[in-house]
């Protein structure tokens, strides 16, 4: 797989305008290992190989067992291993990523709403929504993962 173009070189102003999106969920105050786990949940669902690996290496660098990681597509069958507020980010992520499929019922709205304040709830869907657009970036243009250019 090679890459289609280069849209950071092309569109330096997007890509800019995408970066401060990515500052302000990481200035958010939300859980920089929550926010990577759903990054890394929402790439799982898109089936985007370009941010699955740069989402893994963060989270393995930020200290998360692979255990976790290599649970957090079946997470509602992982127990324990995901905490009240990571499993109601992980449901939300897939309710918002899926939007076309689920509508975002009102009962994933109310079961979001229980663990999450108004503005972390706005501000965990920006960051749903940035990785979404990162991840069809990504494989519309075909970035190369970080592991084949290791090879």
Same mark, same amino acid.
């Given at each position: 797989?090679?890459?289609r173009l280069?849209y ?12 401060? #999106? !990515? +500052?302000y969920?990481s200035? $958010?105050?939300? $859980?920089? %290992? &929550?926010? @990577?786990?759903? !990054? &890394?949940?929402v790439?799982q *669902?898109?089936?985007?190989a !370009? ?5 893994t /290496? @963060?989270?393995?660098?930020? +200290? #998360?067992? %692979?255990?976790?990681?290599?649970l957090l ?5 992982a127990? +324990?291993?995901? @905490?009240?507020r990571?499993r109601?980010a992980l449901?939300?992520?897939e309710?918002?990523?899926l #939007?076309?499929?689920t +509508?975002?019922?009102?009962?994933? !709205?109310?079961?979001?709403r229980?663990?999450f304040?108004? /503005? ?5 869907? *920006?960051? %749903?929504?940035?990785?979404n657009?990162y991840? /069809?970036?990504? *494989?519309s243009?075909?970035?190369?993962p970080q ?5």
């Amino acid at each position: 797989m090679s890459n289609r173009l280069d849209y950071n070189q092309l569109a330096p102003a997007g890509a800019k305008a995408l970066g401060g #999106v !990515y +500052g302000y969920v990481s200035q $958010s105050g939300l $859980s920089p %290992i &929550l926010v @990577d786990l759903v !990054y &890394l949940r929402v790439s799982q *669902i898109n089936n985007c190989a !370009y941010c699955l690996d740069m989402h893994t /290496r @963060d989270l393995l660098k930020k +200290g #998360v067992k %692979i255990e976790k990681l290599a649970l957090l597509q079946a997470w509602r069958e992982a127990g +324990g291993l995901f @905490d009240e507020r990571e499993r109601a980010a992980l449901a939300w992520a897939e309710s918002v990523t899926l #939007v076309a499929q689920t +509508g975002v019922p009102d009962a994933a !709205y109310e079961a979001a709403r229980a663990a999450f304040e108004e /503005r972390e709830l706005v501000d965990l869907t *920006i960051a %749903i929504s940035l990785m979404n657009t990162y991840n /069809r970036m990504a *494989i519309s243009f075909r970035n190369t993962p970080q592991a084949v250019l290791e090879r």
